[in-house]
């Protein structure tokens, strides 16, 4: 399985593809825990990319709130600015990435990777956001919290390593065999 995501990482160097290394790379560190992360996150992109990720900004352009939404954007909006006294009621909002592409698990990273960016305001940063999109137990909020804090580069650098090691062993144990 690992070596099916490392392949799609190369072909898609990817932050989806990049979460489906990880969390093959992760089970291989935990004996035990099936290695099938990547497929999965493959197996639902197609069939669940109908998701958006969107940020409210307010009168100055700072980002207050970020979200998903597998409705339409404008309905999600138009509730935000239905809570008068909210905060999330003055902000002008706009879609981040590719409209109503996304599955709900890019979509997920992308919104856990802008709280990591930007901070909730209950823990000292700007957004109204009262939860994390993800827990920060799970394996994907590494992921996340990689990209929030703008890390990206060096992950991506880190991946490229692994599945150079990775293709040379392969190439090895082949030649083992012969």
Request: no cysteine; glycine share 12%.
């Amino acid at each position: 399985m690992l070596g099916l995501s490392i392949n799609a990482f190369r072909q898609d160097p990817s932050a989806f593809n990049a979460a489906g290394v990880i969390l093959d790379a992760g089970a291989l560190a935990f004996p035990g825990v099936p290695a099938v992360g990547g497929m999965a996150l493959r197996a639902g992109k197609a069939a669940d990319a109908t998701y958006s990720l969107y940020r409210g900004a307010d009168d100055v352009g700072t980002t207050r709130y970020v979200g998903i939404t597998k409705r339409d954007t404008e309905v999600r909006w138009n509730e935000h600015r239905g809570k008068t006294g909210s905060g999330k009621d003055e902000l002008d909002y706009e879609v981040v990435g590719p409209k109503g592409a996304l599955t709900k698990t890019e979509a997920r990273l992308g919104e856990q990777s802008l709280i990591e960016k930007f901070g909730m305001q209950k823990n000292g940063g700007q957004l109204l956001n009262l939860r994390n999109s993800i827990s920060p137990t799970s394996q994907l909020s590494t992921v996340a919290q990689s990209f929030g804090h703008g890390v990206s580069g060096s992950l991506q650098s880190k991946l490229s390593s692994l599945s150079s090691a990775l293709t040379k062993l392969s190439a090895a144990l082949k030649s083992l065999k012969k």
